[in-house]
């Protein structure tokens, strides 16, 4: 899946493509990322991502996803 997103106040292009369960290649604008990701409750993702570990938390408004990255481990 293709998505366009706001990193850092940058619009980027965003491939997500599925490896198996809970692991994913993520390409922002070109550069790949190898990404483990986990439900940890409702509204709660834990990842791993390029050998670091996140706490990530997620809402909807409407079309839009607010993502909020914390715990970098």
């Given amino acids: 899946m293709k998505y366009t997103a706001i ?7 965003i491939e997500i493509i599925e490896q198996d369960d809970n692991r994913f290649r993520i390409i922002v604008d070109g550069k790949s990322h190898e990404v483990d ?7 709660l993702i834990s990842i791993l991502l390029d050998n670091r570990s996140y706490d990530v938390s997620y809402s ?14």
């Avoid at 990701?37 to 509204?43: F, I, M």
């Avoid at 408004?61 to 990255?69: P, R």
């Fill in 7 to 13: 990193l850092d106040g940058k619009e980027r292009e």
């Fill in 37 to 43: 990701a986990r439900s940890c409750g409702v509204d």
């Fill in 60 to 73: 909807f408004d409407g079309d839009v996803v607010h993502l909020n990255f914390w715990n970098q481990y």
